[in-house]
């Protein structure tokens, strides 16, 4: 590109920006002081385009945006002023390309830290007539066709060349983020979420402008990537996806990535981040995978505290965006809080102040509006320290509501009548409530089969499905095993056969709120392993973080493949080898969905004893695990294994570690009429939300603070984080 080219381009970027050439050069002496700094230098550009002149408006580009700059900034240590964002109608395929060149490859030394964002429309374009010259692209703001032109123009931001603009950084500690995707589906299922793919156009053209920087590119850049990439999707022919939450949207894959960034700790690799990241998006109900590419094989052991050099060794929730009234008034960026949490953390929530000092004081929630929220020094902690802005907090309470609903979301496939008729059905369900998919938050998804529709459903041969029958998918769009009916079925009757089934999954969604992997005092640690042969094979592990050292983690960690899902195949035998690493007892439960989502426990069983009155008695005793102590669950004999049963589909265990004794929830799961056994058996649950609630009760029980605090213990559970630890295990059953 010719200089007075760049420099036209470059003014109107400035203009767009709302930037005159005197701000940006004081910008650029604020970049040479920084230069002049031991510590690498850390540059961004961020992407994010909601509008789009020719396509449906996304919703969460924007928030993604807020979601990185927050995180680089408060966590990781970027300077604001290093941080470029480009959004809408400034993202246009010049001012992108050009701000990364002036932005990053010419402010960039060796060993300075660079990341490129991009949320977003993709596509595909042809460059050639052979089937290999069809390329990924960016959809750029002002990528729409020119239909005044006999060809269709397009200004796309070829993958290929941000590929050859990555190679021409000169560091080597740099990474991608791409939130979008290139495929577009031609069958669409039932979905709660919306997709960032627009359907590829067989007469586009690319710009010949893109195709003259390519060529200058390839004379500059490196042979080979030195860059991390982090896409948000691993198989060509998934879709990158957004998340609907109460106050926002966002892709979910920079929310679940950038949130367990905020609680990891600097020594975990990239890899193993990445790859925890695809267990948090399939929590969701979706089977969109990420992806990471790597330029060298010593790369896959790079830590973040190598990739980002974070100034702070601590996990976090979030940080202290602002603070009013002298001190009174506390604004909160909330993104460190797990997605499924986040939807139901309420007022009175407690977290602690993170002090570099030592001293501490305890905010207290007194309003959220999706990822911001309001506190107040709590009472007794206004005179410990005064909060900044920029400060990390850490979850030390958490408050739920007892009153949660399972919401399912009305395909928009559904006739009017059809949705008419099942709004009033689920009216009739207790815990259960229906709105309209896209318009409100949800859990799952109503709607039809479409006519003609070959997929393996339930069984591993393919069943061939017309006319259109009922049934509950995920918000990814996945059917849920055995809640398809049968074809003519009234809408009214389909609800009426679900009541278990959505029952069931409201008490996972129960469970799944204890999940604290980031946020628990608790030291432990459990990993699921296959005992198949003489040497168990590991699958997954999970520890809780909080107690862990900057570079405990590091030691030893389970190599879980980034962008694939854990694999456990049908007839395995699995245990989990669980370890108490605290100074205190600690007790465990254990409660699952197995792969036909239905509902599984973990039942101790004593060894019947004969009663004065001649009857055997048996009960359930409490597992318990000692300090220091590593105990495997259940304890496996010959004829009493826990062996994986189809069908082939995902599977999740949540194990819940306590200080104190699951009173309730043994007392709730002695009710049910299984076999007495002296062992330790995983069986059906046969009455999950009784379990499920009692479960929460026992935690609220367990914690202390609640009679601190003056809040309605019979409207809120109240957990205490020094009391209670929950890790989730999900894999794919095949």
Same mark, same amino acid.
């Given at each position: 590109?010719?200089?007075?080219?760049?420099?036209?381009?470059?003014?109107?970027?400035?203009?767009?920006?709302?930037?005159?050439?005197?701000?940006?050069?004081?910008?650029?002496?604020?970049?040479?002081?920084?230069?002049?700094?031991?510590?690498?230098?850390?540059?961004?550009?961020?992407?994010?385009?909601?509008?789009?002149?020719?396509?449906?408006?996304?919703?969460?580009?924007?928030?993604?945006?807020?979601?990185?700059?927050?995180?680089?900034?408060?966590?990781?240590?970027?300077?604001?002023?290093?941080?470029?964002?480009?959004?809408?109608?400034?993202?246009?395929?010049?001012?992108?390309?050009?701000?990364?060149?002036?932005?990053?490859?010419?402010?960039?030394?060796?060993?300075?830290?660079?990341?490129?964002?991009?949320?977003?429309?993709?596509?595909?374009?042809?460059?050639?007539?052979?089937?290999?010259?069809?390329?990924?692209?960016?959809?750029?703001?002002?990528?729409?066709?020119?239909?005044?032109?006999?060809?269709?123009?397009?200004?796309?931001?070829?993958?290929?060349?941000?590929?050859?603009?990555?190679?021409?950084?000169?560091?080597?500690?740099?990474?991608?983020?791409?939130?979008?995707?290139?495929?577009?589906?031609?069958?669409?299922?039932?979905?709660?979420?919306?997709?960032?793919?627009?359907?590829?156009?067989?007469?586009?053209?690319?710009?010949?402008?893109?195709?003259?920087?390519?060529?200058?590119?390839?004379?500059?850049?490196?042979?080979?990537?030195?860059?991390?990439?982090?896409?948000?999707?691993?198989?060509?022919?998934?879709?990158?996806?957004?998340?609907?939450?109460?106050?926002?949207?966002?892709?979910?894959?920079?929310?679940?990535?950038?949130?367990?960034?905020?609680?990891?700790?600097?020594?975990?690799?990239?890899?193993?981040?990445?790859?925890?990241?695809?267990?948090?998006?399939?929590?969701?109900?979706?089977?969109?995978?990420?992806?990471?590419?790597?330029?060298?094989?010593?790369?896959?052991?790079?830590?973040?505290?190598?990739?980002?050099?974070?100034?702070?060794?601590?996990?976090?929730?979030?940080?202290?965006?602002?603070?009013?009234?002298?001190?009174?008034?506390?604004?909160?960026?909330?993104?460190?809080?797990?997605?499924?949490?986040?939807?139901?953390?309420?007022?009175?929530?407690?977290?602690?102040?993170?002090?570099?000092?030592?001293?501490?004081?305890?905010?207290?929630?007194?309003?959220?509006?999706?990822?911001?929220?309001?506190?107040?020094?709590?009472?007794?902690?206004?005179?410990?320290?005064?909060?900044?802005?920029?400060?990390?907090?850490?979850?030390?309470?958490?408050?739920?509501?007892?009153?949660?609903?399972?919401?399912?979301?009305?395909?928009?496939?559904?006739?009017?009548?059809?949705?008419?008729?099942?709004?009033?059905?689920?009216?009739?369900?207790?815990?259960?409530?229906?709105?309209?998919?896209?318009?409100?938050?949800?859990?799952?998804?109503?709607?039809?089969?479409?006519?003609?529709?070959?997929?393996?459903?339930?069984?591993?041969?393919?069943?061939?499905?017309?006319?259109?029958?009922?049934?509950?998918?995920?918000?990814?769009?996945?059917?849920?095993?055995?809640?398809?009916?049968?074809?003519?079925?009234?809408?009214?009757?389909?609800?009426?056969?679900?009541?278990?089934?959505?029952?069931?999954?409201?008490?996972?969604?129960?469970?799944?709120?204890?999940?604290?992997?980031?946020?628990?005092?608790?030291?432990?640690?459990?990993?699921?392993?296959?005992?198949?042969?003489?040497?168990?094979?590991?699958?997954?592990?999970?520890?809780?973080?909080?107690?862990?050292?900057?570079?405990?983690?590091?030691?030893?960690?389970?190599?879980?493949?980034?962008?694939?899902?854990?694999?456990?195949?049908?007839?395995?035998?699995?245990?989990?080898?669980?370890?108490?690493?605290?100074?205190?007892?600690?007790?465990?439960?254990?409660?699952?969905?197995?792969?036909?989502?239905?509902?599984?426990?973990?039942?101790?069983?004593?060894?019947?004893?004969?009663?004065?009155?001649?009857?055997?008695?048996?009960?359930?005793?409490?597992?318990?695990?000692?300090?220091?102590?590593?105990? %495997?669950?259940?304890?496996?004999? %010959?004829?009493?294994?826990?062996?994986?049963?189809?069908?082939?589909?995902?599977?999740?265990?949540?194990?819940?570690?306590? %200080?104190?004794?699951?009173?309730?929830?043994?007392?709730?799961?002695?009710? %049910?009429?299984?076999?007495?056994?002296?062992?330790?058996?995983?069986?059906?649950?046969?009455?999950?939300?009784?379990?499920?609630?009692?479960?929460?009760?026992?935690?609220?029980?367990?914690?202390?603070?609640?009679?601190?605090?003056?809040?309605?213990?019979?409207?809120?559970?109240?957990?205490?984080?020094?009391?209670?630890?929950?890790?989730?295990?999900?894999?794919?059953?095949?």
């Amino acid at each position: 590109m010719k200089r007075r080219t760049f420099l036209q381009r470059f003014g109107s970027l400035l203009a767009v920006l709302g930037l005159t050439e005197a701000e940006w050069f004081s910008l650029g002496n604020r970049y040479q002081q920084a230069l002049a700094q031991p510590s690498p230098r850390k540059l961004a550009l961020i992407i994010g385009i909601n509008q789009y002149q020719q396509s449906q408006i996304l919703n969460g580009c924007l928030t993604d945006v807020e979601l990185q700059k927050e995180l680089l900034i408060h966590r990781f240590g970027f300077q604001p002023s290093d941080i470029l964002a480009l959004t809408d109608e400034q993202a246009s395929r010049e001012f992108i390309e050009s701000a990364f060149v002036e932005h990053l490859v010419k402010q960039a030394k060796l060993g300075d830290i660079v990341l490129f964002h991009f949320s977003g429309y993709g596509s595909r374009v042809r460059l050639g007539t052979s089937l290999e010259a069809v390329q990924n692209a960016l959809v750029t703001a002002d990528s729409a066709e020119n239909k005044s032109q006999a060809t269709k123009i397009v200004n796309y931001l070829l993958e290929e060349t941000l590929m050859l603009m990555l190679r021409s950084l000169p560091t080597e500690r740099a990474t991608a983020v791409l939130d979008t995707s290139y495929y577009t589906p031609t069958t669409f299922l039932p979905t709660g979420l919306r997709i960032r793919s627009r359907q590829m156009t067989t007469e586009a053209i690319v710009a010949a402008a893109e195709l003259d920087l390519q060529k200058q590119l390839r004379e500059k850049a490196a042979t080979e990537l030195s860059a991390v990439v982090l896409s948000a999707t691993t198989d060509p022919n998934q879709v990158a996806q957004e998340v609907q939450l109460s106050g926002f949207s966002a892709g979910l894959f920079t929310y679940a990535l950038t949130q367990y960034l905020w609680e990891a700790t600097p020594a975990t690799t990239i890899p193993i981040s990445i790859s925890r990241v695809g267990s948090v998006m399939q929590q969701f109900g979706s089977t969109q995978q990420p992806s990471l590419l790597m330029g060298k094989k010593n790369q896959q052991r790079v830590t973040l505290s190598e990739a980002f050099v974070p100034p702070f060794t601590q996990s976090a929730e979030g940080v202290v965006t602002a603070v009013e009234d002298e001190g009174k008034t506390i604004h909160l960026w909330l993104a460190g809080l797990p997605v499924q949490v986040l939807e139901y953390y309420g007022a009175n929530s407690r977290l602690t102040l993170v002090s570099q000092e030592g001293a501490t004081a305890q905010l207290v929630l007194r309003s959220r509006n999706g990822l911001t929220a309001k506190a107040q020094l709590a009472s007794g902690s206004e005179n410990k320290i005064i909060p900044q802005m920029g400060q990390l907090v850490q979850e030390t309470v958490r408050v739920l509501p007892r009153n949660i609903n399972l919401t399912v979301a009305l395909d928009g496939g559904l006739e009017r009548i059809e949705r008419v008729d099942a709004t009033s059905a689920f009216a009739t369900v207790e815990h259960v409530s229906s709105v309209v998919a896209g318009e409100q938050p949800a859990d799952y998804v109503f709607g039809e089969l479409p006519d003609g529709k070959t997929k393996d459903l339930i069984a591993s041969t393919a069943l061939i499905v017309s006319p259109s029958r009922y049934g509950l998918f995920s918000l990814g769009s996945e059917l849920i095993p055995s809640t398809i009916g049968e074809a003519g079925e009234a809408v009214k009757v389909a609800v009426q056969r679900l009541k278990p089934t959505l029952q069931t999954l409201l008490a996972a969604k129960l469970w799944r709120l204890t999940d604290n992997e980031g946020s628990s005092c608790l030291s432990v640690k459990a990993t699921l392993e296959i005992v198949n042969g003489i040497t168990p094979r590991v699958v997954m592990q999970r520890e809780t973080m909080r107690t862990l050292g900057a570079e405990t983690v590091s030691k030893k960690q389970v190599n879980t493949e980034p962008g694939r899902i854990p694999i456990v195949p049908i007839g395995s035998k699995i245990h989990y080898r669980i370890q108490n690493m605290g100074t205190q007892p600690v007790y465990l439960m254990l409660l699952g969905l197995n792969s036909a989502k239905n509902a599984i426990a973990l039942y101790p069983w004593q060894k019947e004893t004969e009663s004065e009155d001649g009857t055997n008695n048996a009960s359930l005793e409490d597992i318990v695990i000692a300090p220091g102590e590593t105990l %495997t669950l259940p304890q496996s004999t %010959t004829g009493f294994e826990w062996v994986i049963q189809g069908p082939a589909f995902f599977s999740e265990n949540q194990l819940i570690f306590s %200080t104190s004794p699951f009173t309730q929830t043994r007392n709730a799961l002695e009710t %049910t009429k299984h076999p007495r056994a002296d062992r330790q058996r995983i069986q059906p649950l046969l009455n999950p939300l009784e379990v499920a609630n009692a479960l929460l009760q026992d935690l609220h029980n367990v914690s202390p603070v609640k009679a601190e605090m003056n809040i309605s213990t019979a409207e809120s559970y109240v957990l205490d984080v020094n009391n209670w630890a929950s890790l989730a295990f999900m894999y794919q059953v095949i």
